[in-house]
């Protein structure tokens, strides 16, 4: 069992994570951090760099917090939300955690097609959180 959550290194993805790492403390459950990188995006070495300090920052912060955790990079994903399905199913996760933004009227017609797919096809409940303003 434990608690997955889908990270990147915005207001979205920070919010996730600290309602996930509050989830797994909540529930004395590991958590898994999945970050998921779309293909094309070939690390040049100040990307390699940043991301590596990206990574750093999150270990050290679930570690700061006492959390038990595995973090899990995708490097050539094709579907974000299926990284996270896969990670539910493979760790039999007691829940999911995503993070939305916030959208235009308009935009509140049509969920984003990830968050979407992981509502609709998550093997466990499924958390979306957004970040404060």
Not at 2 to 13: D, H, K, L, R
Not at 78 to 99: M, T
């Amino acid at each position: 069992m434990g608690i997955v959550v889908g990270y990147v290194a915005n207001p979205e993805g920070r919010a996730a994570l600290e309602q996930a790492g509050a989830a797994a403390a909540r529930l004395g459950q590991p958590l898994v951090v999945v970050h998921s990188r779309r293909p094309g995006k070939e690390a040049d070495p100040q990307e390699a760099e940043q991301l590596q300090a990206v990574h750093e920052a999150v270990r050290a912060r679930l570690d700061e917090a006492g959390l038990a955790h595995e973090l899990r990079e995708v490097p050539d994903s094709e579907d974000p939300a299926e990284d996270l399905i896969e990670a539910a199913e493979g760790s039999g996760a007691a829940l999911i955690v995503i993070g939305l933004r916030r959208r235009t009227p308009v935009g509140k017609l049509i969920l984003g097609a990830s968050a979407q797919r992981i509502l609709l096809d998550a093997p466990c409940p499924v958390l979306a959180v957004k970040p404060e303003d």
